[in-house]
T-cell receptor, first 112, second 111 residues
């Protein structure tokens, strides 16, 4: 099993550009999440999904969009990149929340 | 609402010292509790968990006991190593569809 795979690992964007952060899991997990972690800070929830076709906002959804067309994939879209979106982005998934999450290794995004 | 509070870091210890990282929570009912570890440049990994009062989670020499009476889940290790240097996150799972994380505590172990 590959677990939770995030691509790319690193990316530099210019202000106003768009990009999609990819997240895929091969564990048949229904629950999937996107978090951002600013330097030296904790995790902030951006969006989450409890199953294919269902998404919901977290604490900091502004400037982002998600879709969940399959169980495996949960891409995060940045439409108009801003310097405030410079962060490390983590995707996570879970089969049963009683067992916690499995995290990906993260995407480090810099907006200049 | 439900929340998790961790002690501020960084916590700096010498190798072989005893470690305690405090975690307290606010939640209704009986949430499941977790400790995650994040090594430099990596994602979070589940370290241990407990699902009911008085349960003790343990892994890699780390332990934490679910204390309902004090709403706490403190992380302990008897003898830390340099390789334990990382950020530790306490989290709870309540009745919602997501975990609630604390702000993280950085541990630095010096040789």
């Amino acid at each position: 099993n590959a677990g939770v795979t995030q691509t790319p690992k690193f990316r530099i964007l210019k202000i106003g550009q768009s990009m999609t952060l990819q997240c895929t899991q091969d564990m048949n997990h229904n629950y999937m999440y996107w978090y951002r972690q600013d330097p030296g800070m904790g995790l902030k929830l951006i969006y989450y999904s409890v199953g294919a076709g269902i998404t919901d906002k977290g604490e900091v959804p502004n400037g982002y969009n998600v879709s969940r067309s399959t169980t495996e994939d949960f891409p995060l879209r940045l439409e108009l990149a801003a310097p405030s979106q410079t962060s490390v982005y983590f995707c996570a998934s879970s089969y049963s929340l009683e067992d916690g999450y499995t995290f990906g290794s993260g995407t480090r995004l810099t907006v200049v | 609402g439900n929340s998790v509070t961790q002690m501020e870091g960084p916590v700096t210890l010498s190798e072989e010292a005893f470690l305690t990282i405090n975690c307290t929570y606010t939640a209704t009912g009986y949430p499941s509790l977790f400790w995650y570890v994040q090594y430099p440049g990596e994602g979070l990994q589940l370290l241990l968990k407990a699902t009911k009062a008085d349960d003790k989670g343990s892994n890699k020499g780390f332990e934490a006991t679910y204390r309902k009476e004090t709403t706490s889940f403190h992380l302990e290790k008897g003898s830390v190593q340099v390789s334990d240097s990382a950020v530790y996150f306490c989290a709870l799972k309540d009745s919602s569809y997501k975990l609630i994380f604390g702000s993280g505590t950085r541990l630095l172990v010096r040789p």
